[in-house]
């Protein structure tokens, strides 16, 4: 009998990362996992670390765990443990202490290498192919892109991870999404992903581990694949994976936690194994053209509700489903927009750049490219805060700091800040703001702020010109202006 994922033993990436690490069918239909990494933050890590402490458990094994302070810290430059969220200092003090405790590496507010959790995990090497990582955290997903089984996790469950070193899982069903063909000048990976979940909605991957594969996959490079990645989880997938390749082993060489020497041998004879075996069946397959995607934004309160720059926004009776148009009639009330506007008639107020989606030293630089001689419109407020504090260093190395700052973007330090709301930093109500960030739900960036994801081209160039436009549109009006 054949089963999924399986003809004659070809095996999918996700079942052979699955069957690696399982160590026992349990009788309730769930696999008992092994768990190679965990990695904390302060909103949820000190919780997690009380609780157990509190129930009479140890970590397991401290080595195998880490922390860093990205959720609730300021980004503001000087920032100490004070943070604009009720009772954020404590959160902070509380981490540093049980961290401490149970001897956790911790990634402190001033350590160097500070930052967003699923920046600085693949960027020191704590994350590897074929590893098991898990984070009280949904956009955990986000590192499945080098080869990584990687999904997010409750609090409680971090508990019975640190303690135990495994966790009780159901196995998802496998899914592979082929995307194929050239991008478009100015189209990213934000792009791309954000067109899977218009095409097929918030829910496509309910139920699914995702592969992404296709020559457009192969073809990005490994920060991109992290975008991608990421935002499987607002397709509403358990997580996605992309077999790692030799950009995935030149991203780790050197890297600090990366092997050295014969084991650096060994892990990557070992990661060249990580792929779909030819004759793999997967249980739903999605393919996708590239070449026909454009610059991207969304209109609306959830990730399936986007147009390219050049469209209008659509009428709620052209959905099919009840659910789906009674979701746009909520979504223009909230965003105040009638269906038919032209998406490129809508002004901003603020542009954000930054979140674990598109916050590394390639969006920045995509950014940056757009914004070097040009000024933000008056009356647009323009923020920009690197993932990690390596990657803010490596800005600063490059000038992109002196770009954004002197066309009227505040230049921050490291960390989540302005991608969720927890009583902290915001634009302000009804405040209108093009993010790069991955969720535009209500209230998302503050209450009754309205939010709208692109990518950080898109951002940068909508700041500039107040209102959404891609920097290729930007480009071709400036030079009909002169």
Same mark, same amino acid.
């Given at each position: 009998m054949t089963t999924p994922g399986a003809i004659s033993g070809a095996t999918t990436l996700f079942d052979k990362l699955w069957s690696e690490h399982a160590v026992c069918e349990l009788d309730n239909g769930e696999t008992l996992l092994y768990l190679d990494r965990v990695f904390l933050h302060e909103r949820t890590g000190s919780i997690a670390l009380q609780s157990l402490h509190a129930a009479g458990y140890g970590v397991r094994d401290a080595r195998k765990v880490f922390c860093t302070m990205d959720h609730i810290v300021d980004t503001f430059p000087g920032r100490g443990d004070a943070t604009l969220m009720p009772s954020g200092t404590d959160f902070i003090t509380a981490t540093r202490n049980e961290t401490r405790?149970?001897?956790?590496?911790?990634?402190?507010?001033?350590? *160097?290498?500070?930052?967003?959790?699923?920046?600085?995990?693949?960027?020191?090497?704590?994350?590897? *192919?074929?590893?098991?990582? %898990?984070?009280?955290?949904?956009?955990?997903?986000?590192?499945?892109?080098?080869?990584?089984?990687?999904?997010?996790?409750?609090?409680?469950?971090?508990? &019975?991870?640190?303690?135990?070193?495994?966790?009780?899982?159901?196995?998802?069903?496998?899914?592979?999404?082929?995307?194929?063909?050239?991008?478009?000048?100015?189209?990213?990976?934000?792009?791309?992903?954000?067109?899977?979940?218009?095409?097929?909605?918030?829910?496509?991957?309910?139920?699914?581990?995702?592969?992404?594969?296709?020559?457009?996959?192969?073809?990005?490079?490994?920060?991109?694949?992290?975008?991608?990645?990421?935002?499987? %989880?607002?397709?509403?997938?358990?997580?996605?994976?992309?077999?790692?390749?030799?950009?995935?082993?030149?991203?780790?060489?050197?890297?600090?936690?990366?092997?050295?020497?014969?084991?650096?041998?060994?892990?990557?004879? &070992?990661?060249?194994?990580?792929?779909?075996?030819?004759?793999?069946?997967?249980?739903?397959?999605? &393919?996708?053209?590239?070449?026909?995607?454009?610059?991207?934004?969304?209109?609306?309160?959830?990730?399936?509700?986007?147009?390219?720059?050049?469209?209008?926004?659509?009428?709620?009776?052209?959905?099919?489903?009840? &659910?789906?148009?009674?979701?746009?009639?909520?979504?223009?009330?909230?965003q105040d927009l009638a269906p038919g506007k032209y998406i490129a008639d809508i002004s901003v107020d603020a542009a954000f750049i930054g979140s674990c989606t598109n916050s590394r030293l390639s969006d920045l630089q995509a950014a940056a490219a757009v914004v070097k001689g040009r000024s933000i419109a008056p009356g647009v407020r323009g923020v920009v805060v690197p993932g990690s504090r390596r990657v803010k260093k490596a800005a600063e190395q490059e000038g992109l700091d002196q770009i954004f700052t002197d066309a009227g973007f505040e230049w921050r330090d490291s960390g989540c800040s302005m991608c969720f709301y927890a009583g902290g930093e915001t634009f302000g109500a009804h405040q209108r703001v093009i993010s790069t960030t991955n969720r535009n739900f209500e209230g998302r960036q503050g209450p009754n702020t309205r939010t709208h994801l692109a990518s950080p081209a898109t951002v940068a160039a909508s700041a500039i010109a107040g209102s959404f436009i891609s920097a290729e549109m930007l480009a071709e009006s400036e030079s009909l202006a002169s």
């Open positions: 405790a149970a001897n956790i590496r911790l990634f402190d507010v001033d350590d *160097p290498n500070q930052g967003i959790v699923h920046v600085i995990s693949p960027e020191q090497g704590l994350v590897l *192919p074929g590893l098991t990582l %898990v984070c009280p955290d949904s956009h955990t997903c986000t590192q499945g892109a080098i080869g990584a089984l990687a999904w997010g996790i409750g609090s409680s469950e971090a508990e &019975h991870a640190m303690a135990t070193g495994t966790l009780r899982v159901r196995k998802p069903k496998n899914m592979r999404v082929v995307i194929d063909g050239a991008l478009q000048p100015g189209v990213t990976a934000k792009d791309l992903v954000l067109n899977l979940i218009a095409r097929f909605g918030a829910n496509g991957g309910a139920g699914y581990a995702v592969e992404f594969a296709g020559s457009t996959v192969r073809d990005l490079e490994v920060e991109a694949r992290f975008t991608l990645c990421n935002m499987a %989880v607002e397709f509403s997938a358990f997580t996605a994976v992309i077999a790692p390749d030799e950009k995935v082993e030149a991203y780790f060489q050197g890297r600090d936690f990366a092997p050295k020497g014969e084991h650096w041998r060994d892990a990557v004879e &070992h990661w060249r194994s990580l792929r779909s075996d030819e004759a793999a069946r997967f249980d739903r397959e999605l &393919h996708v053209d590239a070449s026909t995607i454009q610059p991207a934004v969304t209109w609306g309160t959830s990730p399936e509700q986007v147009v390219s720059i050049g469209e209008s926004i659509p009428y709620p009776d052209t959905f099919a489903e009840d &659910h789906r148009r009674e979701s746009a009639q909520r979504a223009l009330a909230y």
